[in-house]
């Protein structure tokens, strides 16, 4: 379809009068808050979209992992076995009772598709990050942590550090200059799957995870 | 029957329906609160309009360029590029990627494009299943309809109708009125055919330029899935949506979820900028771009109408408009409704067949003042309802001069003579104030809704004048 591609930028570029670039300011002024104040919007906006968020500490995080699945009486719960999480929640798991199952796959999607889609309760992944201002987590999946882990299995539980909140998504941008390479696929995550296509009536749990929870590592 | 006639006919039906009616006041004004709300601080409303228009205006006076760039820079990181003039190039382009794969069932993610195509259409036709994954657009697709708005497509919809459309269509599922058991209901159905697909479709609301990335803002995470699980994902997207920069996305992603719904962000925003790299476990092998113009580079031609290609399809000119929230989306005709779709479908479809929509305005200014990217609607529309009518045809727009009547001319004509010559015009108000009171009561179409006006026994020159007035 190249006759196509070359007809249409002919006649973009047919236009008689060039147009002139208007001077772009991006509104790009990062908030003044602190570590506190970013960790307090990040936490009341994710609730405010029905987000579960517990505030825990790096030593003990995977233990409240496991008294929240169990909690629920999961099944099972999917994790990353060479992922960076991985280390902490075996060893929650070597020490608690009457846990979910762990499940490892580390085949191609296309190999365990069914699996993923009608048998696994849930998953959970690290994050790249969170942003403040509207509160989102931020996902580069990784070939340990694929993407279908945050959006197949009804519940997602997510790990995020407070040191690693931004502002807002522009600073996100800026800071860590994603410009300069984007991941296969990024995605930000707001809270559970939701939608109001019903008489504008929210409701939560569409196709994407039903359950979102938030382990916020401060 | 003429466009006129149909279009008072769908009207006049919309108008008749008082559920429909109640369906589309009662969310309009919700969807005008959530942004009114979303925005409590004016002043910075008005900022942020102007730095979207801007980054708008900027990437369409750089078009061409940040094509190419954009094409460059998805076939570097791996995604096909294909341009299609016209929707059979699109549709065609669709197919034949199905065909290399020998897929026959595609699940879609909602895009405004793909209705504009009429892509499911064409592709039942070649054998294809096409199944809607969004919910509103799920629940039109059960019921054979075009979707009614832009973000939320299955609005003129009660509950109770989709009740019932959910158990004509799925028998074995108990009968429901709960918005939440339908909805889970949905993700039971759909559930299977995201397995299944073998094609993923979406559209893309930002196509980044500098990265070649493609964004997604969505909700239900059906994008996610459309674009993730099956192994092929196909993305079409108008040739306007492109952007400069990464940096351009962060504030009017914050504009179009704030104005559609009152979000300060959707659920999910994708940002996909290639297929699936080696050692990873998931993803499509292979993503597609369709870039569709279909009229838009001809619209790009005028310097006036050029400013309607700005938009991001955020829906807030109709939930503002009070045309739209008495007669709904599917009086208008083309996919998309409202003051946006009056400018652009006219444009794309012919004035021929769709100029009468620029008369679906009471040129309020509403819509002007809510678009996120300031398209002066109102403007526009007045253009359209002249590009129609002039007489001589010089211009871009399809369909110019079509609506023009020779009697409605010579009447204008005779109009501007009267008020241009003054005696002509001092004895024609003397006139019509002498015989005021035999203007008959019933004028036509005017009084049918409306008392009819009186002439004013003297005239506003008159009146100066006794008043002592010398210079008027």
């Given at each position: 379809m190249n006759k196509a591609r070359d007809n249409i930028l002919a006649r973009l570029r047919a236009r008689s009068t060039e147009i002139p670039p208007v001077e772009l300011d991006r509104g790009f002024r990062s908030p003044d808050w602190n570590r506190q104040q970013r960790i307090e919007l990040f936490c009341k906006a994710m609730t405010s979209v029905r987000t579960e968020i517990h505030r825990v500490r790096a030593s003990d995080w995977a233990d409240r992992l496991a008294q929240l699945v169990k909690e629920r009486k999961l099944n099972n719960l999917l994790y990353a076995?060479?992922?960076?999480?991985?280390r902490q929640i075996e060893a929650a798991w070597r020490n608690g009772e009457a846990l979910p199952e762990l499940v490892s796959r580390t085949a191609e999607l296309d190999e365990w598709k069914e699996e993923l889609f009608f048998g696994i309760d849930a998953a959970i992944t690290s994050t790249r990050g969170g942003i403040a201002e509207v509160g989102a987590l931020i996902l580069w999946p990784t070939p340990q942590e694929p993407r279908s882990f945050s959006l197949v299995p009804p519940i997602h539980i997510a790990v995020v550090k407070?040191?690693?909140?931004?502002?807002?998504f522009a600073d996100a941008i800026a800071d860590e200059n994603w410009q300069a390479g984007m991941p296969t696929n990024a995605v930000l995550i707001s809270g559970p799957s939701k939608s109001a296509?019903?008489?504008?009536t929210l409701a939560y749990g569409v196709h994407g995870p039903v359950e979102l929870i938030v382990l916020l590592i401060e | 029957m003429t466009q006129k006639a149909e279009f008072d006919q769908r009207v006049k039906q919309a108008l008749d329906n008082p559920q429909l009616r109640r369906n589309f006041r009662v969310t309009m004004d919700g969807l005008m609160e959530k942004r009114d709300k979303a925005f409590p601080d004016k002043a910075f409303l008005e900022e942020l309009r102007t730095i979207g228009a801007n980054i708008r205006a900027n990437a369409l006076a750089r078009q061409p360029e940040l094509l190419e760039q954009l094409e460059a820079n998805c076939t570097r990181n791996g995604i096909q590029v294909h341009w299609a003039e016209t929707i059979e190039q699109a549709n065609r382009i669709v197919l034949d990627i199905m065909e290399r794969h020998h897929a026959t069932r595609m699940i879609k993610g909602k895009s405004m494009v793909s209705e504009e195509m009429q892509m499911n259409h064409f592709l039942e036709a070649k054998g294809k299943s096409c199944v809607e994954s969004d919910l509103g657009e799920y629940i039109i697709q059960l019921d054979n309809e075009a979707p009614s708005?832009?973000?939320?497509?299955?609005?003129?919809?009660s509950k109770q109708e989709v009740a019932r459309l959910f158990k004509a269509k799925h028998p074995d599922i108990p009968y429901s009125e709960d918005i939440d058991t339908l909805t889970r209901s949905a993700r039971q159905i759909l559930r299977r055919k995201f397995h299944d697909a073998e094609i993923g479709l979406s559209g893309v609301n930002f196509a980044v330029a500098e990265t070649g990335t493609l964004c997604l803002v969505e909700n239900e995470g059906n994008g996610r899935l459309c674009t993730t699980v099956p192994p092929v994902h196909i993305a079409v997207t108008g040739i306007e949506k492109v952007v400069e920069k990464l940096a351009d996305v962060p504030p009017l992603l914050k504009l179009l979820t704030r104005s559609a719904t009152?979000?300060?962000?959707?659920?999910y925003f994708n940002m996909i900028s290639s297929p699936r790299k080696p050692g990873e476990r998931d993803g499509p092998k292979e993503v597609h771009l369709v870039l569709l113009d279909n009229q838009r580079s001809r619209i790009y031609g005028d310097s006036e109408l050029f400013d309607s290609l700005r938009c991001i399809r955020c829906g807030a000119c109709m939930n503002h408009c009070p045309v739209y929230t008495r007669i709904g989306g599917h009086a208008y005709g083309p996919p998309i409704p409202g003051p946006i779709g009056s400018v652009i479908e006219p444009q794309k479809f012919g004035l021929e067949n769709f100029?009468?929509?620029?008369?679906?305005?009471?040129?309020?200014?509403a819509c002007g003042e809510a678009c996120p990217v300031r398209i002066p609607l109102p403007k526009l529309l007045h253009r359209l309802r002249y590009e129609q009518v002039r007489e001589d045809r010089t211009g871009a727009t399809i369909g110019q001069g079509s609506q023009r009547s020779g009697k409605e001319a010579l009447i204008w004509k005779l109009w501007s003579w009267i008020h241009a010559t003054p005696l002509v015009y001092r004895s024609a108000t003397r006139l019509a104030s002498l015989f005021r009171n035999r203007i008959p009561n019933r004028i036509g179409p005017w009084s049918q809704v409306r008392t009819t006006p009186r002439i004013a026994p003297k005239s506003l020159h008159q009146l100066a004048r006794e008043e002592g007035f010398k210079h008027e």
């Amino acid at each position: 379809m190249n006759k196509a591609r070359d007809n249409i930028l002919a006649r973009l570029r047919a236009r008689s009068t060039e147009i002139p670039p208007v001077e772009l300011d991006r509104g790009f002024r990062s908030p003044d808050w602190n570590r506190q104040q970013r960790i307090e919007l990040f936490c009341k906006a994710m609730t405010s979209v029905r987000t579960e968020i517990h505030r825990v500490r790096a030593s003990d995080w995977a233990d409240r992992l496991a008294q929240l699945v169990k909690e629920r009486k999961l099944n099972n719960l999917l994790y990353a076995p060479n992922g960076p999480l991985a280390r902490q929640i075996e060893a929650a798991w070597r020490n608690g009772e009457a846990l979910p199952e762990l499940v490892s796959r580390t085949a191609e999607l296309d190999e365990w598709k069914e699996e993923l889609f009608f048998g696994i309760d849930a998953a959970i992944t690290s994050t790249r990050g969170g942003i403040a201002e509207v509160g989102a987590l931020i996902l580069w999946p990784t070939p340990q942590e694929p993407r279908s882990f945050s959006l197949v299995p009804p519940i997602h539980i997510a790990v995020v550090k407070a040191d690693q909140l931004h502002n807002t998504f522009a600073d996100a941008i800026a800071d860590e200059n994603w410009q300069a390479g984007m991941p296969t696929n990024a995605v930000l995550i707001s809270g559970p799957s939701k939608s109001a296509d019903i008489e504008q009536t929210l409701a939560y749990g569409v196709h994407g995870p039903v359950e979102l929870i938030v382990l916020l590592i401060e | 029957m003429t466009q006129k006639a149909e279009f008072d006919q769908r009207v006049k039906q919309a108008l008749d329906n008082p559920q429909l009616r109640r369906n589309f006041r009662v969310t309009m004004d919700g969807l005008m609160e959530k942004r009114d709300k979303a925005f409590p601080d004016k002043a910075f409303l008005e900022e942020l309009r102007t730095i979207g228009a801007n980054i708008r205006a900027n990437a369409l006076a750089r078009q061409p360029e940040l094509l190419e760039q954009l094409e460059a820079n998805c076939t570097r990181n791996g995604i096909q590029v294909h341009w299609a003039e016209t929707i059979e190039q699109a549709n065609r382009i669709v197919l034949d990627i199905m065909e290399r794969h020998h897929a026959t069932r595609m699940i879609k993610g909602k895009s405004m494009v793909s209705e504009e195509m009429q892509m499911n259409h064409f592709l039942e036709a070649k054998g294809k299943s096409c199944v809607e994954s969004d919910l509103g657009e799920y629940i039109i697709q059960l019921d054979n309809e075009a979707p009614s708005h832009i973000i939320a497509p299955a609005i003129h919809k009660s509950k109770q109708e989709v009740a019932r459309l959910f158990k004509a269509k799925h028998p074995d599922i108990p009968y429901s009125e709960d918005i939440d058991t339908l909805t889970r209901s949905a993700r039971q159905i759909l559930r299977r055919k995201f397995h299944d697909a073998e094609i993923g479709l979406s559209g893309v609301n930002f196509a980044v330029a500098e990265t070649g990335t493609l964004c997604l803002v969505e909700n239900e995470g059906n994008g996610r899935l459309c674009t993730t699980v099956p192994p092929v994902h196909i993305a079409v997207t108008g040739i306007e949506k492109v952007v400069e920069k990464l940096a351009d996305v962060p504030p009017l992603l914050k504009l179009l979820t704030r104005s559609a719904t009152g979000q300060h962000i959707t659920t999910y925003f994708n940002m996909i900028s290639s297929p699936r790299k080696p050692g990873e476990r998931d993803g499509p092998k292979e993503v597609h771009l369709v870039l569709l113009d279909n009229q838009r580079s001809r619209i790009y031609g005028d310097s006036e109408l050029f400013d309607s290609l700005r938009c991001i399809r955020c829906g807030a000119c109709m939930n503002h408009c009070p045309v739209y929230t008495r007669i709904g989306g599917h009086a208008y005709g083309p996919p998309i409704p409202g003051p946006i779709g009056s400018v652009i479908e006219p444009q794309k479809f012919g004035l021929e067949n769709f100029g009468v929509l620029a008369t679906a305005s009471t040129l309020c200014g509403a819509c002007g003042e809510a678009c996120p990217v300031r398209i002066p609607l109102p403007k526009l529309l007045h253009r359209l309802r002249y590009e129609q009518v002039r007489e001589d045809r010089t211009g871009a727009t399809i369909g110019q001069g079509s609506q023009r009547s020779g009697k409605e001319a010579l009447i204008w004509k005779l109009w501007s003579w009267i008020h241009a010559t003054p005696l002509v015009y001092r004895s024609a108000t003397r006139l019509a104030s002498l015989f005021r009171n035999r203007i008959p009561n019933r004028i036509g179409p005017w009084s049918q809704v409306r008392t009819t006006p009186r002439i004013a026994p003297k005239s506003l020159h008159q009146l100066a004048r006794e008043e002592g007035f010398k210079h008027e």
